[in-house]
């Protein structure tokens, strides 16, 4: 299990590499559990927290250039710090034909999500291709079978959730693999 986590941060500024900690003129940037990360959160401003090795962004903010590799993009609430560079997202990875991202999102803003995308494919007759998932507190989603995220509630003003990243270890024989439980007790 990893503890990573996308909570509300807006209260944190995190600039990897930055010169102006001296103890950080070793480090090759910021890793959670391994884990390398990057982005930044402004309160107010903007807030996108990037995990390429695992291929996700939690929250998109600006939408900024690192995030848009990232095939999974995981939306903690709608405040426009953290949603506003959603269509710029998509439009960008549909301009350079990329695949289309995978967005999770606060199941209670889903619809609202859809409605936004079909304003603008109305306005620039853009496909905007993308997954939208919604997700509940406690619901979990598998990026792949060995990597899944679980949403747990956050406080805030607005509806609001978190994110757990969990790396399933497989560590089943092959022989065993498909048998219930009970019959592994056996
Ligand atoms: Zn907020």
């Known amino acids: 299990m990893t503890g990573s986590r996308s909570r509300d941060s807006e209260q944190v500024t995190q600039k990897p590499n930055s010169d102006?900690?001296?103890a950080s003129k070793k480090a090759r940037g910021l890793t959670i559990e391994g884990y390398p990360v990057e982005g930044l959160s402004i309160g107010g401003h903007e807030t996108c927290i990037i995990?390429?090795?695992?291929?996700?962004s939690f929250?998109?903010?600006r939408c900024p250039q690192r995030a848009i590799s990232q095939?999974?993009?995981?939306?903690?609430?709608?405040?426009?710090d953290h949603i506003g560079g959603l269509p710029m997202y998509v439009?960008?990875?549909?301009?350079y034909s990329m695949k289309p991202p995978t967005i999770i999102v606060p199941t209670c803003i889903?619809?609202?999500?859809?409605?936004?995308?079909?304003?603008?494919?109305?306005?620039?007759?853009?496909?905007?291709?993308?997954?939208?998932?919604g997700l509940d507190v406690g619901e979990e989603f598998y990026l792949r079978k060995d990597l899944k995220v679980k949403a747990f509630k956050t406080y805030h003003v607005i509806p609001s959730q978190g994110y757990v990243v969990y790396s399933i270890k497989q560590k089943l024989k092959q022989e065993y693999i498909g048998l219930s439980g009970n019959k592994l007790k056996t």
């Open 71 to 80: 095939d999974f993009l995981f939306i903690s609430h709608a405040h426009m």
């Open 20 to 22: 102006s900690d001296p």
């Open 91 to 95: 439009a960008t990875r549909g301009l």
């Open 51 to 56: 995990f390429p090795t695992l291929n996700l």
């Open 59 to 61: 929250d998109i903010g």
């Open 110 to 133: 889903k619809e609202d999500v859809e409605q936004l995308f079909e304003v603008h494919r109305k306005m620039d007759q853009s496909e905007l291709n993308h997954n939208l998932v």
